[in-house]
């Protein structure tokens, strides 16, 4: 008890960091994503047969930077995380999100130290608190998806380099190892983000001292990302170093063609060249990368809240006044943060070609610098105040991130789980239904692609043991039409096939069956039909709304019982 009175503004950083990012996570996220599914499968299927659903790829393969056929270049370690958690929990949705939500816990408190080492106690609470509130850190600690434990490695590697001396240098080797396996997004800047920690730390942290060490560390990670393209160019067919955005990329003489044409002959017209297009495209990423919009109001499509931008508006200030003081009091940590901000726009502003757009898990390094600077800033105008103004300062600041806090839970808690996004809530109710069903009857599923609907639907009904591993894995890798099969149930292209009037089909929204009968799951989003019920034995008699009315209970589909279920998600 002591401990905790005297570190309580840790305890509650740590207590708002776990109930933030563990509240209803029953119920929202609504679903994974179709990427994500590919590992959870392959994961699950490592785990019961010690490889891939293909059966050519093993856990030791993964490492060596060999990937599962037909499927793009994904990271290394969120196999291995969640094989952890699968192993102890069992394959299942929220299982699946353990992994992150730990590792975006141990990110507001690796933010805390970190802080602490750059910028003394008080900014590091501070820091830590706004990490553990920040909407971003919310949101990706609540998914499987990637960004989340590559955060973590980078800020850990950075807090071991800036506390250790000597041979204990050396642990950062393999908690950067662990980051530039986290995430393809990030390798790009995986060198030159471990050669400015190394700067900072050689120079500024220990005089000059443990040169030794520290070619080391670099060394490491020099053999590491050679090997890495090593791997990559032997089998260019998993490789996705064409998605990096270079004066070369096939889509900059296309462009520069089209301006051509599109414009007057003249003198000037070879000014319209591939290094000027280049240059625009780049210029036009990082604006779009940069725009306040995006940071503070709205987010992108990946981050589908909408109405709530990456940070809270109310955090553009304290940006800005972290920025200063940092410039007065810490020019050191300046050239660190304005290093860091620089290589973290590098994923977003070199990538794409025939798209562009903002994809948020690309600037998890802008993310973290910008969320150290606000939680200094906060800090430094604090100080600045003088008398009872800081305490009516201080609280002002308290009331003004509450009712942001709460503004956000609302969106995304209550808004957003029904609004068009990277989610796909049908989905996991239609697996719902299918599992319950085929207990009744037959189940035949018509899908415009079959493979994705037998794969998502094996995750969300956590179908995958080692009883159906054979006959799945036969299924995925062998990839032919009528054969994603399981007992009682049968996936099927919408086209050219024949159901059994006995069975009752569960149809894709894109595909089209004549038939009577019919009970149907929404898209929440706009209240059309995602799928379509034909021969409805489960959900018979059950008198079922026209639309739900939702609350938080509907949307944990696997705590609902069968009664309930169909009351509340199938409509008629």
């Known amino acids: 008890m002591k401990w905790i009175s005297k570190n309580r503004y840790l305890v509650l950083m740590v207590f708002l960091a776990v109930v933030l990012r563990f509240a209803f996570i029953q119920s929202v996220p609504v679903s994974s994503t179709d990427d994500q599914i590919h590992y959870m499968v392959n994961s699950e299927s490592f785990l019961t047969t010690g490889k891939d659903v293909s059966g050519t790829v093993s856990p030791l393969d993964i490492l060596l930077f ?24 069992g394959m299942s949705f929220l299982s699946s999100l353990i992994p992150n939500l730990l590792l975006s816990i141990g990110t507001v408190i690796v933010a805390y130290f970190l802080g602490r080492e750059l910028l003394g106690e008080k900014s590091g609470l501070m820091i830590g608190l706004i990490t553990a509130i920040n909407p971003w850190s919310i949101f990706i600690g609540r998914t499987a998806y990637e960004p989340a434990a590559a955060t973590f490695f980078f800020l850990l590697g950075l807090l071991v380099l800036l506390k250790y001396k000597k041979w204990q240098i050396l642990i950062s080797i393999p908690i950067f190892y662990a980051a530039f396996y986290s995430y393809i997004g990030t390798k790009l800047i995986f060198i030159p983000f471990i050669l400015i920690c190394l700067l900072y730390t050689y120079f500024f942290v220990n005089k000059r001292q443990f040169i030794a060490q520290y070619s080391i560390v670099f060394l490491s990670a020099i053999l590491l990302v050679g090997f890495f393209f090593f791997q990559i160019t032997s089998d260019p067919t998993s490789s996705r170093l064409n998605e990096i955005f270079l004066p070369n990329n096939e889509f900059i003489p296309q462009h520069v063609d089209i301006l ?313």
């Not at 239609?430 to 094996?458: G, H, Q």
């Not at 959900?539 to 009315?549: H, P, S, V, Y």
């Open 260 to 572: 051509r044409k599109e414009s007057i002959p003249s003198a000037l017209t070879p000014l319209a060249n591939k290094l000027t297009v280049y240059k625009d495209l780049v210029l036009v990423n990082t604006a779009n990368t940069l725009s306040p919009l995006y940071l503070f109001m709205t987010g992108d499509y990946f981050y589908s809240q909408q109405r709530q931008g990456l940070f809270y508006m109310i955090d553009a200030l304290f940006l800005l006044l972290g920025i200063i003081g940092v410039y007065l009091k810490h020019k050191k940590v300046l050239v660190l943060f304005s290093s860091f901000f620089l290589i973290g726009l590098l994923p977003q502003i070199l990538h794409g070609g025939k798209e562009f757009g903002n994809f948020t898990p690309h600037i998890i390094l802008v993310i973290s610098t910008f969320i150290f600077l606000i939680g200094y800033g906060i800090v430094f105008f604090i100080e600045e105040l003088k008398g009872r103004w800081k305490m009516i300062g201080g609280a002002v600041i308290v009331a003004l991130y509450a009712f942001s806090l709460i503004n956000f839970l609302y969106i995304y808690l209550t808004v957003a789980p029904i609004q068009a996004g990277i989610f796909n809530f049908p989905e996991r109710v239609a697996a719902r239904y299918i599992k319950e069903s085929s207990k009744m009857s037959k189940v035949t599923v018509l899908a415009s692609d079959p493979a994705v609907a037998y794969r998502n639907y094996i995750f969300y009904s956590s179908s995958y043991t080692k009883g159906t591993a054979t006959e799945i894995n036969n299924a995925l890798s062998k990839r032919e039409r009528d054969n994603y099969i399981l007992p009682n149930v049968r996936f099927i292209s919408c086209t050219g096939v024949t159901v059994d009037p006995n069975d009752t089909v569960v149809q894709e929204g894109r595909c089209y069956l004549k038939g009577s009968g019919k009970s149907r799951i929404p898209d929440l989003a706009n209240t059309v039909s995602s799928y379509t019920i034909y021969n409805d034995r489960l959900c018979r008699g059950i008198r079922k709304n026209l639309f739900q009315i939702l609350s938080m209970n509907s949307l944990n589909v696997d705590g609902l019982s069968p009664q309930n279920f169909c009351k509340k998600l199938i409509t008629e």
């Open 66 to 89: 060999k990937y599962p056929p037909h499927e793009s270049m994904q990271a290394e370690l969120p196999y291995f995380l969640e094989m952890l958690s699968f192993s102890i929990f």
